[in-house]
């Protein structure tokens, strides 16, 4: 999936699609720690999905500052990311992990994007900069650990 979150014109729309995409993630999380076989990587996933809750709240926390309803879930695009968890289960962790590597991939481009958007002010710009780099250290982990499986 190739998403377009990042690519708002409004900050608002910005901070609120970011929100919906972290959800998203933490469901896909969810879904991946219930069906990995290995369970030192569902250890690992569990700490990444930390990373992600903490991005919620200071999204919530932007949501809140810009007058704006912070979403408490994710939108219809979690069916995607938590399908292609259940789908990869059939073949097994190696093909979880690459599934999960691809709605990271999703992640890294959305923050990415925000932190060039016009309207980011610089404390939403290093929040999103920092993003960037979880979300980076997140594919990495699991396109390597996938390779060697």
Known sequence: MVTMVGSESDIKDLVKNLLYLEHDAIAAYDS?????DNKEFAAKIAAFKTDHLQHVRVLTEM???LGIHAPAEGDMKQ???TGKIALADIIGDRAILKAM???????VTAYERAARHEDAIPASKAFFLTAVQ???KHRAWMEATANTL
């Open 101 to 107: 590597k691809t709605n990271e991939d999703d992640t």
């Open 32 to 36: 991946c720690i219930d069906r990995l």
């Open 134 to 136: 979880d979300e980076e």
């Open 79 to 81: 069916l995607l990311t």
């Open 63 to 65: 949501a809140q500052e």
